[in-house]
C-alpha cells in the first residue's frame, strides 16, 4: 500500500510516535548494556548516571570464576543437536503432511495444534517423577529429545507452509522419471526447499535456546543451560555483586540473539508470516 | 503420496510427539488421581543416657521414622483419591459454600463478595484471574499498537524500514527470561525509573510493592514483548493491500482516515483474527515475567502456580491436578481455531 499525504502536524505525529517506541523497544536492553559495564554503585545510583566509568569486572567473573563457558557450551551443543534433528524429522513429517489428501493427515494437523499450545509445565509435571524413575535425569541426550520433540508440532506447521508453495509438479516429474519418494524428496524437494529449512531451523534455534522452564529443570548443576543457569542470579534477596554478575550473563545471551536477528532479518519475518498471510 | 509412504515419511516425527507430549498428558491425569506420602511408623527408640560415675539409664522415647522395604529405601505409599486432588484445587467447598451462602435481602451483593473472597484466597483461581487480565488486556492493546506500528512504518523510506523491523524483534526474539530480567531492573528499587522518577520529584514508587503497580508493569511487559508479533504480520498484510480500491477512494474523495477504515481494515481482518488467536493461546502460558519479577502473591499464572508447586512445593500430585485444569482451560481456548481450521480444510477440497 502506498503512504498518503498527510499535512505535517499529523506526519510529524506519527513520526514521533514511531520513535517513542523504538526507544521503549530499546530502553530496557540499552540499559541492561550499559550497567553490565558498571560497578554496582553506579548502575543502581539515585539520580541514574548516564555516563560512568566502563568496567569488564562483572564479565570476567562470571565467565572466569562462575564458569559460565560451560554453561555456554552447554547450549552449544544441545541447541545444535536439537536444531538438526528437530529439522530432519519435521521436514520429512511436513512433505508428507504437503502431499497426502487422505483424513489422517488433517486429524494430525489438528493434533499438532493441539501439543503446540499445551503449556510446557504440563509436560514438565510428568517428566520429573518418569525420568527420575528412568535414571535419565541431567543428561544432554534426555533435554535434547524433549526439546525435539516440543518443537515438533510448531516446525510441522511452518514447514508444512512452505512445501505446500513448492509445485507437486516437480515431485510427480521426479516420480515419473524412476525415483522413489524417498529419493524424489532427498534429490529434488530438499535443494529447492532451503530457504525454507533454515528459517524453521532459525525457530527451532530460538526455542531450545530461549527455554527456561524445562532446561532449569531437567539438568542441574555443571550440564546448566546458559538461559537456566541464569535463575541462580535471579531473585529479590540476592546480593548486588550477584545480581551484577547476572546482569552480565544476561548480557551475554542477548549478544548472539541479536547477531542472529541482524543476520536472519528476512527469514525471521518470513517465517513469521509464512502461516498466517497465506492462509 | 501413498499411504504407507506417508506412515513411514511421518512416523519418528509423530512417535516422539506421542511418546513425549501424549503420553505426559495421560500420565498427569493418572498422578492426579493419586496421593503419595512416604509409610512412617512410630518406632521405639531405646538409648543409653549417661548418668553420673559412668552409669548409665535406659531411656526409651517413640520417634516417626521412615519404613523400609528389603533394599533399604524408603517405601512410598500411593493411595487413590480419585477427584480429590480436582476438587481441592478449584476449592469446590469453598465454591458451593458461597453459592448457598445467606439468601437473604442482600444475598447479590454479599454472593458477589464470596465470589471475590474466592477469588483471592484460593491459588487457582487468583492465578486465573490473573492470566485472563493479562490476556484480555494485552491482545486489545498489542493489535492496536501492532496496526499502527505498521500504518507509520509504511510511510517511511526504504532505508529506514530495517532498522525499524529490527529493533522492533528484539523485543519478542530475545530469551523472554532475559527480556524480563532487563524490565525488572527498570523498575527495581532503586532502578533507573524509579531512580528517575524520584530525581524529577514526583515521588518515591515501589512498582514491586503493590499489586497494582506490578500487574500494571506485567502488563506493559507483555505489550512490549508481543506487540512486534502483531506488527510483523500486519506489516506483511498492508503490502498486499490491492491498490485499485484505493486509488478509486481517493479519486472519491475519502480521507485517509477513511480509506484505512473502510478498505485496509476490512482487508486485514483475518489477521487480526490470527493475531487474536495465536496470541491467546501464548499469553495464556505467561510465566518468565511472574517467575523474573516474583510476583507470585500479587500476580500469578496458571503455569506458574502449576511450576512452584511442582518445584518448590514438590507435590506432583497438586501439580498434576493444576496441570489438568490448564489443558483445559488451553482446549477451551483452542476451540474456535479448531473449527477455522475445519472449515478451512471443508473448503479446501
Request: charged share 15%; proline share 5%; with cysteine.
Amino acid at each position: 500500500m502506498k503512504p498518503a499525504n498527510l499535512n505535517i502536524v499529523t506526519h510529524s505525529i506519527i513520526n514521533l510516535g514511531l520513535w517513542f517506541w523504538f526507544l521503549v523497544a530499546l530502553l530496557p536492553f540499552f540499559w541492561m548494556f550499559l550497567i553490565s559495564l558498571r560497578v554496582p554503585v553506579d548502575a543502581f545510583s539515585t539520580p541514574p548516571k548516564l555516563f560512568a566509568p566502563v568496567t569488564f569486572e562483572n564479565f570476567r567473573y562470571i565467565w572466569v570464576e562462575d564458569g559460565f563457558w560451560r554453561y555456554a557450551l552447554n547450549t552449544t551443543i544441545v541447541t545444535a543437536v536439537t536444531v538438526v534433528v528437530s529439522l530432519t524429522m519435521a521436514c520429512l513429517a511436513a512433505y508428507a503432511l504437503s502431499r497426502y489428501r487422505g483424513s489422517i493427515g488433517f486429524w494430525l494437523l489438528i493434533a499438532a495444534m493441539v501439543f503446540r499450545a499445551m503449556p510446557h509445565v504440563v509436560l514438565l509435571t510428568a517428566y520429573r517423577p518418569a525420568f527420575f524413575e528412568l535414571g535419565i535425569w541431567s543428561r544432554y541426550e534426555t533435554l535434547i529429545i524433549v526439546l525435539v520433540a516440543i518443537n515438533q508440532p510448531f516446525a510441522i506447521w511452518m514447514l508444512r507452509a512452505f512445501f505446500m508453495n513448492i509445485p507437486e509438479e516437480l515431485d510427480e516429474a521426479a516420480l515419473v522419471d524412476g525415483c522413489t519418494r524417498w529419493q524424489a524428496f532427498f534429490r529434488v524437494i530438499v535443494p529447492v526447499m532451503w530457504p525454507g529449512i533454515v528459517t524453521a531451523g532459525l525457530f527451532c534455534f530460538l526455542l531450545a535456546y530461549n527455554d527456561f522452564l524445562i532446561s532449569s529443570q531437567l539438568m542441574n548443576g555443571d550440564m546448566s543451560t546458559m538461559t537456566a543457569a541464569l535463575g541462580s542470579y535471579m531473585g529479590q534477596n540476592q546480593s548486588l555483586a550477584r545480581l551484577m554478575h547476572g546482569i552480565a550473563g544476561a548480557v551475554s545471551i542477548t549478544i548472539p540473539i541479536i547477531i542472529l536477528v541482524f543476520v536472519f532479518q528476512k527469514q525471521i519475518v518470513s517465517g513469521m508470516t509464512a502461516g498466517a498471510v497465506k492462509g | 503420496m501413498k499411504r504407507s509412504t506417508f506412515i513411514s515419511f511421518v512416523a519418528p516425527s509423530v512417535m516422539s510427539m506421542l511418546i513425549l507430549i501424549a503420553l505426559p498428558l495421560v500420565a498427569i491425569v493418572y498422578l492426579a488421581l493419586y496421593q503419595s506420602y512416604t509409610q512412617m511408623e512410630i518406632k521405639e527408640v531405646k538409648t543409653e543416657v549417661p548418668l553420673f560415675g559412668g552409669m548409665t539409664r535406659e531411656v526409651i522415647r517413640n520417634v516417626p521414622q521412615p519404613v523400609m522395604d528389603d533394599a533399604g529405601n524408603p517405601i512410598q505409599v500411593w493411595e487413590y483419591v480419585g477427584t480429590q486432588n480436582l476438587k481441592n484445587a478449584i476449592d469446590t467447598e469453598g465454591l458451593s459454600s458461597a453459592f448457598n451462602a445467606d439468601q437473604n435481602i442482600n444475598s447479590t451483593r454479599s454472593f458477589i463478595r464470596a465470589l471475590f473472597d474466592e477469588i483471592r484466597d484460593v491459588d487457582f483461581w487468583s492465578a486465573l484471574e490473573f492470566t485472563l487480565i493479562y490476556t484480555f488486556l494485552t491482545t486489545p492493546i498489542i493489535i492496536i499498537l501492532g496496526f499502527g506500528l505498521a500504518l507509520a512504518t509504511n510511510r517511511l523510506t526504504e532505508r529506514l524500514r530495517g532498522p525499524v523491523v529490527f529493533v522492533t524483534l528484539l523485543p519478542m526474539i530475545v530469551t523472554p527470561v532475559v527480556s524480563s530480567l532487563a524490565v525488572y531492573w527498570l523498575f527495581v528499587d532503586g532502578g533507573v525509573i524509579a531512580a528517575s522518577l524520584e530525581a524529577m520529584g514526583i515521588g518515591k514508587f515501589y512498582f514491586l510493592a503493590d499489586q497494582f503497580t506490578i500487574r500494571a508493569v506485567i502488563v506493559a511487559y507483555g505489550v512490549w514483548y508481543a506487540a512486534p508479533f502483531a506488527f510483523i504480520i500486519l506489516y506483511a498484510g498492508l503490502q498486499t493491500v490491492p491498490e485499485e480500491p484505493i486509488e478509486a477512494a481517493i479519486v472519491d474523495g475519502a480521507s485517509p482516515w477513511q480509506r484505512v477504515r473502510y478498505i485496509v481494515i476490512p482487508h486485514l481482518t483475518p489477521l487480526f483474527s490470527v493475531i487474536a488467536l495465536i496470541h491467546i493461546m501464548d499469553s495464556y502460558r505467561v510465566f518468565e515475567p511472574i517467575l523474573v519479577f516474583g510476583s507470585r502473591v500479587f500476580a500469578n499464572s496458571v503455569q506458574y502456580l502449576t511450576y512452584y508447586t511442582l518445584v518448590f512445593e514438590d507435590n506432583i500430585h497438586k501439580a498434576s491436578a493444576y496441570a489438568i485444569l490448564t489443558v483445559l482451560g488451553v482446549v477451551v481456548l483452542l476451540i474456535p481455531i479448531m473449527i477455522r481450521t475445519f472449515k478451512d480444510q471443508k473448503a479446501g477440497k
